[in-house]
């Protein structure tokens, strides 16, 4: 799937510093989004994210509900030219805590 991206979006994948990370909220299925770090790994085609271990809600928000979305919008220090936004959806579940 990764060999399938445009070039485009690979590079703010790459060169981009922060994502909006947003997951669901229980009960009412609210987004809420939250700045996070990234790391696109290229060979296996996701995303490694991190945050702080002293805010585990967003961990806890994607045990209860694996839907998730990041947004590339901040291009601060990326270096891209004229880059577009570009927003990723899909299934967190999978991923290790």
Partial sequence: MADD???E?????????TC???????PDDCPIA?????????D?????LSSSV????????LHDDPRVSLTFTHFAGSELV?????LVQGDGGRGKV
């Fill in 54 to 61: 002293m805010v585990p809600r967003k961990l806890y928000r």
């Fill in 34 to 42: 939250s700045p996070m770090t990234h790391l696109w790994r290229d």
């Fill in 20 to 26: 909006e990370f947003s997951t669901m909220s229980r």
């Fill in 9 to 17: 979006v690979v590079e703010v994948f790459k060169r981009t510093l």
């Fill in 5 to 7: 991206l445009p070039t």
């Fill in 44 to 48: 296996l085609g996701e995303f490694v």
């Fill in 82 to 86: 004229d880059p577009f936004p570009v």
